[in-house]
């Protein structure tokens, strides 16, 4: 399979578990430490090399991302409407997994 569909299937895996449970609501997204978006991705790629790999968004208009580094490191975020950027995730050993065939031929 192509490395451009495992993405697919990665990103869509992630976007639809994170649409499932939906972006923070407004009161537990005061007490993350969000910021401007351009602030953290930018120190981010410098301190890590953590780079935007997945993305999607909300139903309720959010902006999901998924920053990886080549060496594994992953943050994931939820940016809003506002531009205002906030962490929920973060951790090492990110890796693709390969797509699972699914139907008659698997």
């Known amino acids: 399979m192509a490395t451009t569909s495992r993405a697919a299937l990665a990103t869509a895996a992630c976007v639809a578990l994170l649409c499932a449970l939906g972006p923070p609501s407004a009161a537990a997204a005061l007490t993350l430490q969000c910021?401007?978006?351009e602030a953290v991705f930018d120190r981010l790629k410098a301190a890590t090399g953590?780079?935007?790999?997945?993305r999607g968004v909300t139903s309720d208009g959010a902006l999901f991302e998924?920053?990886?580094s080549p060496d594994g490191t992953w943050t994931a975020f939820f940016t809003f409407p506002d531009g205002l950027t906030c962490p929920i995730g973060t951790g090492?050993?990110?890796?693709?997994v390969p797509a699972t065939p699914v139907g008659p031929r698997a």
């Open 35 to 37: 910021v401007p978006r």
């Open 50 to 54: 953590e780079v935007p790999a997945y």
């Open 66 to 68: 998924v920053l990886v």
């Open 92 to 96: 090492e050993g990110w890796r693709d």
